[in-house]
């Protein structure tokens, strides 16, 4: 196990353990070509804040660190409950289910996402990074 300092191009120095000898050059170049582990963490933590930020959502409350991270989980979640509703509503027109029951349906999906939409607990996000869609509707639809 070889050992080896790269310089990324934030400028943060960071040592990595490369196993086999000849792959020492590699890893060199490749981590030299990007920012660090944190940085680039940092990055997609702000981009994900200006994204949930031009989406209209509320801005987050907590500590400093909880809320760059739960931007990120914030960004994820979304979209997969997103992805959830909109296949829920393809798989009923597949499945020829009547138009009026799919949005009646999908209308409940909905409100329920709004209402997840609405949580601006930093915390509430990170709590739930595991869940899946699912979990985040039922919750929403649940908690009445
Ligand atoms: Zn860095």
Known sequence: MAKIQAIHTCGH??????????NEAY??????????????????????????????????SGSEKQIAWAETLRMKSLKSIEQFIDDARKLGERQGVDQ????????????????????????????RRDHTAQEFLREALTRG
């Not at 120095?13 to 000849?22: L, P, S, W």
């Not at 660090?36 to 509320?58: D, F, H, M, T």
């Not at 949005?103 to 996402?113: F, H, P, T, V």
């Open 100 to 127: 009026a029951q799919i949005d009646e349906g999908i209308g409940k999906l909905q409100a329920a996402a709004d209402k997840i939409k609405g949580v601006a607990l930093a915390s509430w996000w990170i709590d």
């Open 27 to 60: 890893w060199q170049s490749r981590y030299e070509a990007e920012a660090c582990w944190e940085c680039r963490k940092a990055e997609e933590n702000i981009k994900a804040q200006l994204a949930n930020q031009s989406n209209g959502l509320p801005a987050l």
């Open 13 to 22: 120095t960071e040592e990595y353990k490369i196993a086999g000898r000849k």
